[in-house]
């Protein structure tokens, strides 16, 4: 297909799109897994995923990862092997760094983090198999994230998310 993306690591996309992260319950596996499916990158939202959890308010944390984990094996099970799977995790969360690990223990595709600067990602990440993408909303920003990854991490991003005025979510004008 003229269309398909291939990463670095050999993983592709034969649909080039890639659903928007929405929380508290948008994005989870039906909607992921349906654009999967489709051989698109379905996106589970790490922001509160577990908030159907009967100890939601006294756990959250681990409530979200919990669910983290269920979303994304559900997403993958209902794709039966197409399309990817990413975690859209927000910089601006309490717990960042617990969510980012959650996603890699979980085997999603890809992290797509926005809502700030992800720009110790690949630190958190080290080494494993999965694709990064910081969120940006300006070329000054993108150009930070490219400069820092590559002098301190010797990574670069898989792909960049460009949110303008227009996009809604957390943007950075």
Known sequence: MQNRILFHNGKSLEVPVIQGGMGVGISLSSLAGAVMKEDG??????AHPGY????FWEN????????????????KEW????GLCGVNIMVASKDYEFYVKAAV???ADAIISGAGLPMHLPA???DADILLAPIVSSGRAAKLILKTWDRHHH??????VIEGSLAGGHLGF
């Not at 159907?52 to 100890?55: F, N, V």
Request: proline content about 5%; aromatic content about 2%.
């Open 41 to 46: 990158m379905g996106v589970i939202s790490a």
């Open 52 to 55: 159907r959890k009967p100890d």
């Open 60 to 75: 959250s944390m681990i409530c979200n990862i919990q669910a983290m984990h269920e979303e994304i094996a559900k997403a």
């Open 79 to 82: 794709a039966q092997g197409k």
């Open 105 to 107: 223990d979980a085997q």
């Open 124 to 126: 958190i990440v080290k």
């Open 155 to 160: 990574r670069l991003p898989d792909f960049i």
